[in-house]
């Protein structure tokens, strides 16, 4: 079978603010290059305050990187929905963007694109709440408003401290991989962020960004997965 192959990665970036406490985005953008990914989906891309403008500004994006934001925010301030990004490689061609809503104590949101890649793609973005309840129902959302596509990868910021339990409402349909430790950066000791693959999605490989760099630009280690899908059928 002929499959067309992409790589993902996600990070919580705090903002750009790094663990010596200095709010430095050349760095994240430093970090973020160096995860020769296709797609990137970010966590805390935009700060709280106010309009909520982003981390990252859109200027420096476009200079020193090859990626575009996908327009997934509401304002020219922000580049997120509830904080999560994402930024797809020059020439990769997104189709749709849907900003969703998800349940739960706190405001919590994620983003679904779809790609024109392989046999099509459909990437979400998210961040899920701090409370197993309200992650539960926000990955059952996520796999209710999903149902219909043929090919999916969630990823993010999964906040679940689990490798067994937590992810429930994905089975059957999902199969969850933590690539590794990705927090805290300084002394890793769990996977929180992660990638959902629907069935059809084949994980090739996947890892955890240990650089120097990556271990003091934020508190989460960036994560990537290279995943193939299903190249047109005529």
Same mark, same amino acid.
């Given at each position: 079978?002929?499959?067309?192959?992409?790589?993902?990665?996600?990070?919580?970036?705090?903002?750009?603010?790094?663990?010596?406490?200095?709010?430095?985005?050349?760095?994240?953008?430093?970090?973020?290059?160096?995860?020769? @990914?296709? +797609?990137?989906?970010?966590?805390? /891309?935009?700060?709280?305050?106010?309009?909520?403008? &982003? /981390?990252?500004?859109? $200027?420096?994006?476009? @200079?020193?990187?090859?990626?575009?934001?996908?327009?997934?925010?509401?304002?020219?301030?922000?580049?997120?929905?509830?904080?999560n990004?994402?930024? @797809?490689?020059?020439?990769?061609?997104?189709?749709? +963007?849907?900003?969703?809503?998800?349940?739960?104590?706190?405001?919590?949101?994620?983003?679904? +694109?779809?790609? #024109?890649?392989?046999?099509?793609?459909?990437?979400? /973005?998210?961040?899920?709440?701090?409370?197993?309840?309200?992650?539960?129902?926000?990955?059952?959302?996520?796999?209710?408003?999903?149902?219909?596509?043929?090919?999916?990868?969630?990823a993010?910021?999964?906040?679940?401290?689990?490798?067994?339990?937590?992810?429930?409402?994905?089975a059957?349909?999902?199969?969850?991989?933590?690539?590794?430790?990705?927090?805290?950066?300084?002394?890793?000791?769990?996977?929180?962020?992660?990638?959902?693959?629907?069935?059809?999605?084949?994980?090739?490989?996947? $890892? +955890?960004?240990?650089?120097?760099?990556?271990?003091?630009? &934020?508190?989460?280690?960036?994560?990537? &997965? #290279?995943?193939?899908?299903?190249?047109?059928?005529?």
């Open positions: 079978m002929q499959e067309t192959q992409i790589r993902i990665a996600s990070y919580n970036m705090r903002k750009a603010r790094g663990l010596d406490q200095k709010r430095r985005p050349e760095r994240t953008l430093q970090v973020l290059n160096g995860l020769d @990914a296709d +797609v990137i989906v970010l966590q805390e /891309a935009d700060k709280r305050l106010g309009v909520r403008p &982003s /981390a990252l500004p859109r $200027g420096m994006i476009a @200079a020193e990187t090859d990626f575009e934001v996908v327009r997934v925010s509401r304002n020219d301030v922000s580049i997120g929905w509830h904080g990004a994402i930024l @797809a490689r020059k020439g990769l061609d997104v189709m749709s +963007v849907e900003r969703l809503d998800l349940p739960g104590f706190e405001p919590r949101g994620a983003v679904r +694109v779809q790609l #024109d890649l392989g046999d099509g793609l459909t990437v979400v /973005a998210t961040h899920l709440g701090l409370l197993r309840r309200d992650r539960q129902a926000q990955l059952a959302e996520l796999n209710r408003v999903t149902a219909a596509d043929k090919h999916c990868v969630i993010g910021d999964f906040n679940e401290w689990s490798d067994t339990k937590g992810l429930e409402p994905l059957g349909r999902f199969e969850t991989h933590s690539p590794g430790r990705s927090f805290h950066a300084r002394r890793p000791i769990v996977g929180l962020d992660r990638f959902a693959l629907s069935h059809g999605v084949t994980l090739r490989d996947a $890892g +955890v960004d240990q650089s120097p760099l990556a271990r003091v630009a &934020s508190d989460h280690l960036p994560i990537w &997965s #290279d995943i193939a899908v299903p190249a047109v059928t005529c």
